[in-house]
């Protein structure tokens, strides 16, 4: 059955030029532009183009089937971006929704003081990385690495180094000290990555939130803010989905929608952007299980990500060195971008701070009245928040390869999740002519009804499959004169580029056992 197997040679890559050509790939293909081009484009807006906005409704279409359709006892809500101004007053953003900034005084480049601090430990965590790859050379063999961190001298002095910076973080984050945070910097001797200079400003707090007014008359005009999370609008409806949909505790309700922050910087594409999607969901529970729920969707969430198959180095698990004012536990999912690990998902255990927030700002009780013990309470929250953009980013990192093949020539494929990619299948006739254009039509409209199809045509076989290649079509299908006599095709995997001869009733067949939902979902168990 398999024809042909070429040896392929991964072009290593640095990580830098990764993302540079990522970005170009991007544009180039249809993935994603930057926004008002014409007008030279905004900072860190961009558009999705025809195959983003596929590739993305496609990873939300995953989560939101992880989410509501594998959990009986989670629904989802679609809430408005705009909420009554006091929400968000409840919520604490407009009072503590700041982030510290720092500007370096010869580059007038402005920063986040805190991800200047974690760039930096971030450095000293590489340090130890470098020692242990010594190690593993000098002991080969039977090097154990686990011991080699907890013995070896080096390791252990910038350890400490590392708790030693993060504690002063800590502390200064929570007592707001901001000359703390400014003083860490200047003895970390923390340098601007333009300038190179250490000539630093005071640190200065700086309000995230978008704000606009809503009504036309003068006078009668009132601020309102584009919202920075989803999740409150989640909070607010809690006891209509819990009444209107009889749910019990514990239950979550999911969401995706946008979010607008106004982040101070908003660089590395489309890792940090002003007006961002987020995938949220926000699990009720009863009090005094939060930490076990908690301890519940880590795992339920990294079983998540693992299932896209992108390989398990990619992610970790980072506590929050500062918990918000509303937690009680919290830790990100950091991935391998390809700027370095940085937080993919956050998971917080947010106790009933929202719900009893709303409910003083309201004057409504928001509470759950259990039934089998007949109490009322307030329940506990525990959430899980992805941004999607993110995620999107992460996807392409993994599956952004560009490869030798054994005729010496090179091809750039994009090996995105089967279930996830614009499009499913190509169909391709060998020729233009004898009948193959009609022929391969017949195929499309039959396949087109499960799965998105592209028709080719144009150019040489060998170039139709690179452009398929290059946009993730995980399967093309060749239309050539025996298919004509015995109807079988030749389907060839973007992947492996195996080719085998298949009857075309076969072709569904594979189809669904590679790209339906069920391929994801069986490896969430
Ligand atoms: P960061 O520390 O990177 O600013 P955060 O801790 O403020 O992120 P959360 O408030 O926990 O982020 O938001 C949940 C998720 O939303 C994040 O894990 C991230 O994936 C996404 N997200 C947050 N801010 C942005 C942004 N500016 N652009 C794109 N995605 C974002």
Known sequence: MSIAKFDRIFVAMEQKDLLKDIISHCKEYGFIFPSSEIYDGLAATYDYGQLGVELKNNIKTYWWKAMTQLNPNIVGIDAAIFMHPTTWKASGHVD??????????????????????EEYVEKQRQKIDKEVEKGKKRFGE?????????????????????????????????????????????????????????????????????????GSVSGESSTIYLRPETAQGIFVNFLNV?????????????????AFRNEIVARQFIFRMREFEQMEMQFFVKPGEELMWYEHWKIERKKWHLSLGLGEDYYRFHDH??????????????????????????????????????????????????????????????????????????????????????????????SIPAPLAPYKVAVLPLLKKDGLPEK???????????????????????????RQDAIGTPFAI????????????????????????????????????????????????
């Open 142 to 214: 039977h090097f154990n690495a686990e011991q080699f961190k907890t013995t070896n001298p080096n390791v252990l002095r910038i350890q400490e180094k590392i708790s030693s910076i993060e504690e002063r973080m800590k502390k200064a984050l929570n007592d707001n000290a901001l000359d703390d945070l400014q003083q860490l910097i200047l003895d970390l001797e923390i340098v601007c990555p333009i300038s190179g200079s250490k000539n630093w400003t005071d640190v200065r707090q700086f309000n995230l939130m978008f704000s606009t007014s809503l």
């Open 478 to 525: 060749t239309i050539d004169h025996e298919t004509l006599e015995n109807h079988t095709v030749t389907l060839r995997s973007r992947d492996d580029m195996s080719q085998q001869r298949v009857a075309i009733s076969e072709v569904e067949k594979q189809m669904t056992d590679h790209c339906g939902w069920p391929a994801l979902f069986n490896r969430l168990n």
């Open 321 to 414: 060195i500062k918990l918000a004012h509303y937690a009680n536990a919290a830790c990100d999912i950091e991935f391998n971008f390809p700027m370095g690990f940085k937080e993919l998902e956050g998971i917080h255990s947010r106790t009933d701070f929202d719900l009893k927030q709303h409910e003083a700002h309201s004057g409504k009780k928001l509470q759950y009245f259990d039934t089998t013990t007949n109490e009322s309470y307030v329940p506990y929250v525990v959430e899980t928040s992805v941004g999607l953009d993110r995620l999107f980013l992460s996807i392409l990192s993994a599956a952004f390869k560009r490869e030798e093949l054994e005729d010496g020539s090179e091809r750039v494929v994009l």
């Open 440 to 466: 391969a039509m017949e195929i499309v409209h039959q396949l087109r009804q499960h799965f998105s199809v592209q028709y080719d045509e144009k150019d040489s076989i060998g170039k139709r499959y690179r």
């Open 96 to 117: 503590a929704f700041n982030d510290p900034l720092i500007d370096n005084k010869d580059s007038k480049k402005r920063y986040r003081a805190d991800v200047l601090i």
């Open 242 to 258: 819990q009444k209107s949909g009889r749910m019990k505790i514990p239950f979550g309700i999911a969401q995706i929608g946008k």
